[in-house]
């Protein structure tokens, strides 16, 4: 057993689960069966559209723009089960509500990198 | 609309295949939900935004509505205001689709119109159970709605059968003479489904009956027996017959065609105006009032007479047990006599209260004009139910005593037929026709005896005098003649109780004699001539002095003799005077 | 409203018992008490000592039970009457069909 796999510490496993929960995964494999691959896939494609558009809408500070997106996002993320991104599109959401947009610029960023991890999740799982 | 019948002929716990509208602007969100959806064995019209899915929704017509909150062009809450007016008067379900989690956001989806919210993520055991929950909910509106449709259907129909029923009532039982200037009547619009009729005719002699009745029960059933009961009311008065066998007659026919436990309570008073006597037969029906205001002699309290039913209501018992009974009061001119039904007692305010006789007592106690008495009794009652006239449901009669001049003036003969030499009818003929104690005691000849004579067209324009001819020579007979009734005591109001208490007895025993009645008729040059003999068993009386009695008579002893002689041509007593002639023409028009 | 049936065995009769409003929703309760009732019974008692209101369709009810009774061979007692009631029963002359106490 690899030390690096074998030693896989509860932390880093629960910090997968947060970015993607398998648990649900499994259940939407099972429920969308021939669907799941077109599922994934538009859910990939969503993802990636509504990140860049909250990228623009940022540096624009088009905040409606941005809470609209993040709250779309937020819902389909939830019910993939991507907690992680969930809860970065949640804080975009109040954010932009509130019109801190120095948090909108932090969450922004953290969005960026959330995509990419939810993006390699999948493809280990999907 | 297929889908729609389709829907309700199933059983309620039977599956079924809903139509759903999906509204999601997110497409992974609306793809997994359509997928469940699906999954769950409906049909699904999927849309990204609020003016697609309200289009959708008139387009298909779906039996629920998933609606994202936050949706661009359109958001949820917006299209839900347009589905639901869309929607009318069906409930279609909305279900609002919805990340947010605090319980103000969701109280506002309910809010906004919808049914009920689904969060995100979303469960499908969840979302397939509440769509079941809500088909089963959509079933039991549309269930609903049909039989409401269904019910007023029917109840159009039943409302065009009563006013086909009403005209036909109202082409038999003609008003009569219940618009007299002597009477006042009070009669919802609707009486006759409310089971209460007010009946009043001229008799051939000169008086008037007035019958009012309430049966029981509502609508259509109530309203039949009324049209046997004033098709006799009014053929037999017409004919001449007596109150006993009137109302004996629609006894029987109401217990004929009436099912048990239905039944009228009924008055029918028989108004003498020229004798100042009024004769009631009352079954079921709760006190009348005899008002003798006129009377400033008498308190305001003792001026009121209460007349109670002493018989069962009509209907009830059957012609061998039924009892004609009548009780008779004085009625001077001016008396007038209230009736009704107890649709006046029971009138309630909105507490439950009923009027009452304490109430209806108060307003002959507080009246101080008795013209207006009808008027102030209708007041009390509305003031009291607070209800508007057109809602009641009361029957009130006024009669008042006038005097039989008044009366015929309002009424006069009635039209006259043309009589020509072509049209005579039998001209020569005689009847002979003898009664003995047995046929004396239960059977009156007047109505036979005029029908006879309305046989002859010429006599028909002239059947109210001669009814009268007839009726007073037989009554001479009978009473006076037969059974030795002294008749003096018809010369007050107050010993024609009495006189009519002796004549019942008198009727009732063993008595022996016979009435014979000869007609003859014969033409003349310009008309004819009829002869009416009357000859009776008993001993007579002085009628050589007939002319000082009479001129003595200040009216009670009723129209009686002068009036006879001034209807004839030739009026005569023979032997010891009982035996009479009365000779009466008529000529062509 | 409720409609109570007792068949005492002394005396063989049906008593029948109404409590509250006696009007047209007791149609077919009262007609079950005596139609459905064992053995034919010698008589009939009809308490009234619950009976808060009569109206004419409880008329038309007692006539129906006193046909079903045997109509004028029938006997017939209804009891107990308050005052409202037994004035009812008074107008419509009620007592010469039935005994009323």
Known sequence: MNSKTGGQNRQSIAVDEQILDQTVLEDLRKLLDDDFQLFIKTFLHDMDHRCQVIVNATAIQDL????????????????????????????????ARDGDVEQIKTSTQDLEQQRHQVRNRISQLA | MEAQKNLIDLDPDAEVALKVLIADDNDSDRLLLTTIVQNAGHQVFAVANGQDAVNAFNDNRPDIVLLDAMMPIMDGFQAAEHITDLAGEEAIPIVFLTSLKDAASLAKCLDAGGTDFLSKPYNRLILAAKIRALGRLRKLQLLVRMQRDRLAIHHDHLIREQEVAKRVFDNIAHPGCVNSPNMKAHLSPMAVFNGDMVLAARKPDGGMFVLIGDFTGHGLPAAIGAMPASEIF???????????????????????????GVFCCCALVDFSFDRNIIQIWAGGLPELFLYRGADKSLSKADAIEAVGSKHLPLGVLSPQRFNSDVQVFEMRQGDRLY??????????????????EDRLKTVFLKNTTIDVMFDEILGAVDQF?????????????????????????????????????????????????????????????????????????????????????????????????????NSSLKSS??????????REQALNSDFKGFVTFTLTHRAEPDGGALVIRVEDSGLGFDYANIEQNLSGNDGYCGRGIPLLLSMCRRFEYFDSGNKVEAEFEWRFA | MAIWANESGADKKLTIK????????????????????????????????????????ALGMLLLLRDHAGGDTSH?????????????LTISNFEQLFTIK
């Not at chain 2, 006993?244 to 048990?260: C, D, G, R, T």
Request: with cysteine.
């Open chain 3, 76 to 88: 017939i007692e209804i009891v107990n009457c308050n005052n409202d009631v037994k004035k009812i």
């Open chain 2, 385 to 485: 139910t607070g209800r508007q006239e057109q809602d009641d449901d009361h029957t009130l009669v006024e009669v008042k005593m006038v005097t039989q001049t008044e009366f015929d003036t309002y009424f006069g003969e009635k039209k006259q037929e043309k009589v020509s030499a072509e049209s005579v009818g039998p001209m020569a003929w005689e009847f002979k026709y003898t009664l003995r104690p047995q046929s004396l005691k239960v059977f009156n000849p007047l109505p036979l005896l005029t029908h006879m004579l309305m046989e002859v067209p010429g006599l028909r324009n002239h059947s109210s005098k001669l009814y009268t001819i007839l009726a007073e020579l037989y009554s001479n007979a009978l009473e006076h003649g037969v059974l030795g009734i």
């Open chain 1, 64 to 95: 409606d723009v941005v809470r609209h997106a993040a709250h779309s996002l937020k819902g389909s993320a939830c019910n993939l089960g991507a907690h992680l991104l969930t809860n970065i599109c949640a804080l975009l959401e109040t954010a």
């Open chain 2, 234 to 260: 009014y053929g037999m008065t017409n004919k001449g017959f007596s109150l006993q066998e009137i109302i004996s007659e629609i006894n029987k026919k109401l217990s004929n065609i009436l099912p048990v």
């Open chain 3, 18 to 57: 109404i409590q509250g409003r006696f009007d047209f929703s007791a149609h077919q309760e009262f007609r079950d008490a005596y139609e459905k009732a064992n053995a034919k019974p010698d008589g009939y008692v009809v308490d009234m000592s619950e009976t808060t209101y009569l109206d004419s369709s």
């Open chain 2, 339 to 356: 009736l009704w039904t107890d649709g006046i007692l029971e009138a309630g305010d909105d507490k439950g209260d009923m009027f009452g």
């Open chain 2, 493 to 502: 109001s107050q010993g024609f109780a009495e006189y009519y208490r002796q």
